[in-house]
Each structure stands twice: as structure tokens, then as C-alpha cells.
């Protein structure tokens, strides 16, 4: 009698033959272009999306995505926990003391703009401390370019890219040095900057290869997926998901609207 009436509740009771709920882990993200796109009424879309929606599936747990927010904003919300993940962020020690930071792909190096009538040559990093160069506050670069930047009374700091193209074109300084494919979207969508700029041959990834990495929140509930999150980063590494998704090059992904050399 007994064993008939577990049969029928084992039967009849299907929450308990109900998978586990998994673990919902909120990402944190802005619009971001060539990596990930955030319109209006759409769902984010684009390589860091397809990345993260990989990731959660092989670490098993759900994603949610927050509605459009700024980069510090985000960075804030991971301080206390609100959020779980960021994504493509370079190191930094204070970064580093909010959230763990897991590596998953090598960064594309920053780049040197000239004006496009420019005709010096600059190939050694050791040049640019004889030009007015202007970098961005806040952003973070190599430490070794920004000692040596520090260093020369001709450097200075802007708080946006847009102002740097502006007052490269204006002469107020000889050369910028900018992320690669951030400064490449803000002169595709002005077009008074189009055919005015053009990069130097100097390579800013010879001193050190970097990495951007994804970031999981030291005050997330959820810190004990860490470990299935490291494995899954590094089986998307091995098996070429990575660089699959991220293999792309900006310079050759459409018109750049650079003077070519």
C-alpha cells in the first residue's frame, strides 16, 4: 500500500522530476562598438553577446542582461554585488580589488594618429617623447608608455577621444594615442574627420602582450560558479571559440576613412 502510494505521488508530483533551477548572473554592459550593439527596443547583439551566452551555457548557469548603463555605473554596481560580470575590460590593481579578473583574449594594441599631412615616421615607442602627444584620462594603458609619458612635459591628458582628434586637427598637439577600435567608430560617424588622420607604424604590443578579461564581482552571490566559469573561459580558449568570435580585424572591417601611407 505504501510503496503504491510513493508510485502515484512520484507520478503525479512533476516538480519532482523538475530540473534545477540554475543560477541567474547578471552582466553589466553599454553599447559598444564592433563588440557589442545596444539599440533601442532590441536586444543586445554581437561577438561579446554570443561570447557571454556561450560562457553561461558552459558553466551552467542563466544569463540576464541590465538595461543599457554606463561603464562607471557598472563598475560601481559590481562593487557591491548588484551586478555579476562585465566584459572586455583591461587589468587594473583597482579593478582587480572589486571583481576577479579572468583573462580570455589577447587586446588589440592601442594606435598612433597623425595628422594625415604628417609626413615623420614613428616606429620606436622611445619617439613619442619627442611630440605633444595626448592620451586619454582614465583609460588604461601600458604602464611602461605611460611612465615614459609622465615623464615628458609635452604630454597631455583629454577626457575624450573626440577632443583628442579636435585638437590634433587643430595642432594643438602632434600625435594621439587612443584604443584602436573606439577611435576608429568616433571617426567613422563624423564625417568631418574622415580622410584627416593616419596611423604611425609604431606597435604598442611589442613591450608586453595584454589581455582583456571578464570580470566576476567579489561581492557576487554566485562566486561559487567561479571555478566553472574559469574552465569554461579557458575550454572556449582551447577549442577556438574565442578567437572565432573575437577574430576580427578593425582596421580591415569596412572603410577605417584613414589617409593611407
Given at each position: 500500500m505504501r510503496c503504491g502510494l510513493l508510485l502515484s505521488l512520484l507520478l503525479f508530483s512533476p516538480q519532482l522530476w523538475a530540473e534545477p533551477v540554475q543560477a541567474e548572473l547578471t552582466w553589466c554592459l553599454d553599447h559598444f562598438p564592433r563588440f557589442h550593439?545596444?539599440?533601442?527596443?532590441?536586444?543586445?547583439?554581437?561577438?561579446?553577446?554570443?561570447?557571454?551566452?556561450?560562457?553561461?551555457?558552459?558553466?551552467?548557469?542563466?544569463?540576464?542582461?541590465?538595461?543599457?548603463?554606463?561603464?562607471?555605473?557598472?563598475?560601481?554596481?559590481?562593487?557591491?554585488?548588484?551586478?555579476?560580470?562585465?566584459?572586455?575590460?583591461?587589468?587594473?590593481?583597482?579593478?582587480?580589488?572589486?571583481?576577479?579578473?579572468?583573462?580570455?583574449?589577447?587586446?588589440?594594441?592601442?594606435?598612433?594618429?597623425?595628422?594625415?599631412?604628417?609626413?615623420?615616421?614613428?616606429?620606436?615607442?622611445?619617439?613619442?617623447?619627442?611630440?605633444?602627444?595626448?592620451?586619454?584620462?582614465?583609460?588604461?594603458?601600458?604602464?611602461?608608455?605611460?611612465?615614459?609619458?609622465?615623464a615628458s612635459a609635452r604630454h597631455v591628458q583629454i577626457d575624450s577621444i573626440a577632443t583628442g582628434f579636435e585638437m590634433l586637427l587643430r595642432g594643438r598637439v602632434d600625435g594621439l594615442v587612443v584604443p584602436t577600435q573606439s577611435s576608429l567608430d568616433v571617426i567613422a560617424h563624423n564625417a568631418e574627420l574622415h580622410y584627416k588622420f593616419r596611423r604611425a607604424a609604431v606597435d604598442f604590443s611589442v613591450e608586453e602582450k595584454r589581455f582583456i578579461n571578464i570580470g566576476l564581482s567579489r561581492h557576487s552571490p554566485h562566486l561559487q560558479l567561479k571555478p566553472q566559469i574559469e574552465a569554461a573561459i579557458q575550454s572556449m580558449i582551447a577549442d577556438g571559440t574565442v578567437k572565432r568570435l573575437y577574430g576580427f580585424d578593425p582596421l580591415k572591417q569596412g572603410p577605417t576613412y584613414l589617409v593611407e601611407h
Open positions: 550593439a545596444y539599440e533601442n527596443g532590441k536586444a543586445p547583439y554581437g561577438p561579446s553577446v554570443d561570447l557571454m551566452q556561450e560562457l553561461a551555457k558552459r558553466a551552467g548557469f542563466t544569463l540576464k542582461y541590465t538595461t543599457r548603463t554606463p561603464s562607471a555605473r557598472c563598475f560601481r554596481q559590481m562593487e557591491t554585488g548588484e551586478v555579476d560580470l562585465m566584459s572586455n575590460l583591461n587589468y587594473t590593481e583597482e579593478r582587480a580589488s572589486t571583481m576577479w579578473l579572468l583573462p580570455y583574449n589577447e587586446r588589440i594594441p592601442e594606435s598612433l594618429y597623425l595628422l594625415g599631412s604628417d609626413s615623420r615616421s614613428i616606429r620606436e615607442l622611445t619617439q613619442l617623447t619627442t611630440l605633444r602627444i595626448a592620451t586619454v584620462r582614465n583609460y588604461t594603458y601600458h604602464p611602461s608608455m605611460m611612465k615614459m609619458m609622465s
